[in-house]
């Protein structure tokens, strides 16, 4: 089987998952009840939610920077801030991150970078990205057995912090063992990666930046969705949207899907009926938010054509003067 077939089948699986989840959340629900939630929801707490998602580009440049640059290349923050922005709309079309972040990997070794060196650059970004979004999934779920009155949630909380923990842990041994080491002094992007991780451990301060630079992403992220959720008329208080919204973030990002499409939507139709919030109103609140994020990506990709435009256009007068 070749790599593009693979490929294809891919990207047919998840489209299939995709429409399969959403029609069938699609046909459980009142479609009157469904379109009123929809077109009754105010569309200034939308336009706010997505200039605030669009903020989130900033956090992620800097990421994308810092870790470039400690891989011993040098970006600008400029650049990555135009290669943040098309990202995003690369992965709203397609069935996981993998695309955007080939996109990024491209764009790094246009700027000079070894191709291996970016490989390993976008796996760590990805990697601090995701255990960040872990802790915040982690409050997510605490505050949801919390508010919903679950029996024994701290019990429940303190073992998922605790698993948390231990993976950590057993990936840094699992790291540091002589297997790998051994496996290592074949496989030059393996090595690579171990000398990275030492390095960010023996400068604490500069992992914990790259940490919170990701815990910010995913806090504002979280906030939007908690704005949409209640400007389609949820009525819960904050806590428990928050919670679910940080669970549905977490769960949206699963590589089952285009976009976290059907993912999402179904993550927020069972967490909130746990709250007693019908059918209709929580995937009203997803859709419309899948929609913000869309309409945010959209507007990134314009971005970058825009900037990559005008940068064509100043080459070009450039070489006219010459």
């Not at 440049?61 to 640059?69: D, E, M, N, S, T």
């Not at 979004?133 to 949801?144: E, K, N, T």
């Amino acid at each position: 089987m070749t790599g593009s077939l693979r490929v294809w089948l891919a990207f047919s699986a998840k489209l299939l998952v995709t429409i399969l989840l959403l029609a069938w959340l699609l046909t459980s629900v009142d479609w009157s009840k469904f379109t009123q939630i929809l077109i009754q929801t105010p569309a200034l707490p939308l336009l706010f939610a997505v200039v605030l998602l669009t903020t989130t580009f900033i956090p992620v440049a800097k990421r994308w920077q810092l870790i470039v640059r400690a891989l011993g290349s040098k970006l600008a923050y400029l650049e990555a801030l135009r290669v943040t922005s098309l990202t995003a709309l690369i992965n709203q079309c397609v069935p996981s991150n993998l695309g955007g972040d080939a996109y990024r990997v491209l764009a790094v070794t246009q700027q000079g970078m070894a191709w291996k060196r970016a490989l390993l650059a976008a796996f760590i970004d990805r990697f601090i990205a995701l255990f960040a979004l872990a802790i915040v999934a982690l409050a997510g779920v605490m505050i949801i057995f919390d508010t919903a009155g679950a029996a024994d949630y701290a019990l429940l909380t303190i073992g998922g912090a605790g698993a948390l923990v231990v993976c950590v842990i057993a990936a840094w041994f699992a790291l540091r063992s002589r297997v790998v080491a051994q496996l290592a002094n074949r496989v030059e992007v393996l090595k690579r990666l171990l000398e990275v991780l030492a390095d960010l451990l023996h400068k604490p301060g500069q992992a914990a930046v790259l940490v919170c630079l990701s815990l910010a992403v995913h806090c504002i992220t979280v906030i939007v969705m908690a704005t949409v959720a209640m400007s389609t008329g949820l009525d819960l208080p904050l806590l428990p949207i928050l919670g679910v919204c940080a669970v549905g973030l977490l769960l949206a990002r699963l590589p089952i899907s285009i976009g976290g499409w059907g993912v999402r939507e179904g993550a927020y139709v069972i967490a909130f009926n746990a709250f007693g919030v019908t059918r209709e109103a929580a995937l009203a609140a997803s859709i419309t938010y899948g929609l913000t994020e869309l309409v945010m990506a959209i507007l990134g990709g314009l971005a970058w054509l825009f900037v990559t435009g005008s940068g064509r256009e100043g080459a070009d007068e450039g070489n006219v003067r010459e």
